[in-house]
């Protein structure tokens, strides 16, 4: 492989300011820095995620993410976890809502989704 890792993921939001709320204080991620763009009309928020980054973009009136059919493109985000019914209660409490716990067809380890702000799809799967 001519990479080393994965360095960072870029995710638009359309609420800037309520998509740092959820991966910040409920989530628990980092903030690594922030940058305002006054002349793009644009944001970005660099958080920690251990072994990478995930940069939160603003922009002006962004279009909404297709949810069904699903297209083309990243379909979602995977976060490994070491005690996935705890990770579970934690967002429920948090008034994080999570799909039913089912396993992973590749690995036969447990998983489930859940969304951000802009309904993009969030993975916990258990280490």
Do not use: Q
Request: glycine share 4%; hydrophobic share 40%.
């Amino acid at each position: 492989m001519i990479f080393n890792r994965i360095h960072h993921t870029a995710i638009i939001v359309s609420d800037f300011e309520k998509s740092k709320d959820f991966y910040v204080n409920k989530l628990g991620f980092e903030v690594i820095g922030e940058v305002d763009r006054p002349e793009r009309k644009s944001k970005i928020l660099y958080l920690d995620a251990n072994n990478a980054m995930i940069e939160l973009f603003s922009f002006s009136k962004p279009p909404k993410r297709l949810a069904w059919p699903e297209a083309c493109g990243l379909r979602h985000l995977a976060f490994e976890v070491d005690n996935i019914e705890e990770t579970i209660e934690k967002l429920n409490k948090l008034g994080i809502e999570t799909e039913p716990l089912r396993s992973d067809i590749r690995t036969g380890k447990k998983m489930t989704f859940f969304k951000d702000p802009d309904d993009l799809p969030l993975e916990i799967c258990e280490k």
